[in-house]
């Protein structure tokens, strides 16, 4: 089969190769998948910089989210259909085919086609669990996103936005204003105007949802209400800024972390019970990966490279020809 690997570390265009390699089987617990698209996401880049927590062997395969055929199943999976279409997340999947574990595969919702369903797994779950589990997001409140008009921004915009809050959303270009609005956001404010005094402006937010890091969660200790919930995310601006006690002492505001992927580690029954949701809203048209262009396999690794330099919308998505 034809996949992507990393041979070394650096920007992905130079250090990733499409090369010919072996077809995986289905281990015990694992399902093996015919692909049919992969989302692109931001920990792509960090694999191939080598600056992602997690750090494979080289060489080794990109990709950590697909939506695919299952092909095979690996002695005692249960659960899981051949022929089914799938999504599912791990290091790996820019292939034709992959093996994953069992756990971490879901039936892929009926009302989204190949492009969507690949982009809905990790954004969505991220969001959701950000949103939901971690910040308990209630309706009437005030909702700050950054990167509004990424992959997981505007997942954030339209999961606040089904959820009854009013979505702010935060967008580094004037070209990125109607993808935020598109998602949800009643209000969207450039990172390089006076966005923070904005805020303060609606009454600060009950919630920031943060994947930028660096100066977007310095500004949101500005503006964030009393009781607020600032969500840390991740860090796409490369800076990972530093938490001052005596602000969070003094304002009454909590910082909380997500890694979603640890959930899908140690509690897969609440990863299982939010894919049942954003499947629901799924059908009912309440959510949509935003997906801003779909591309050929053969060019994977240009749109690795083109995510890494933030100027995309909505999320890229690799087709697969298997």
């Known amino acids: 089969m034809r996949a992507w690997r990393v041979t070394a570390h650096g920007e992905p265009e130079r250090v990733m190769g499409l090369h010919e ?37 080289l060489p080794f395969i990109p990709g950590i989210e697909l939506c695919g055929d299952v092909v095979a199943l690996g002695e005692g999976v249960t659960g899981v259909q051949m022929g089914q279409r799938v999504v599912a997340s791990k290091i790996g999947v820019m292939a034709e085919y992959a093996a994953v574990p069992a756990w971490s595969v879901h039936p892929a919702p009926d009302a989204l086609d190949d492009a969507a369903a ?14 939901h589990r971690r910040a308990r997001l209630q309706r009437g409140e005030t909702l ?13 915009c339209q999961l606040g936005a089904a959820a009854g809050a009013t979505v702010i959303g935060v967008v580094g270009s004037v070209a990125k204003v109607p993808v935020a609005k598109d998602a949800g956001a009643a ?6 105007d006076a966005w923070i005094e904005a805020v303060k402006g609606f009454g600060g937010a009950e ?7 660096g100066k977007a969660f310095e500004g949101s200790t500005r503006c ?45 029954d609440l990863v299982a019970e939010a894919h049942a949701e954003l499947t629901r809203l799924a059908g009912e048209g309440a959510v949509r990966p935003v997906v801003g262009e779909v591309v050929d396999f053969a060019e ?8 890494a330099g933030g100027g995309t919308t909505g999320r ?7």
């Open 21 to 57: 390699v072996e077809r995986p089987e289905a281990g015990p617990g694992e399902v093996l998948l015919r692909t049919r698209a992969v989302a692109v996401n931001f920990p792509d880049v960090l694999l191939a910089r080598g600056q992602y927590q997690e750090r494979p062997d």
């Open 118 to 131: 690949a982009a809905l797994l990790i954004a969505y779950q991220t969001a959701w669990f950000g949103l």
């Open 144 to 156: 700050l996103v950054h990167a509004a008009a990424g992959g997981v921004g505007t997942a954030a």
């Open 187 to 192: 209000e969207v404010l450039l990172r390089d």
């Open 207 to 213: 919630v920031v949802f943060d994947p930028v890091g």
């Open 224 to 268: 964030v209400a009393f009781e607020g919930r600032i969500v840390v995310v991740g860090f796409a601006s490369g800076a990972v800024p530093p938490v001052r006690a005596d602000l969070a002492l003094v304002k009454n505001y909590s910082v909380l972390g997500l890694h979603w992927a640890l959930y899908q580690k140690r509690r897969p």
């Open 300 to 307: 994977a690794a240009a749109a690795v490279q083109r995510l």
């Open 316 to 322: 890229l998505v690799v087709k697969a020809d298997a």
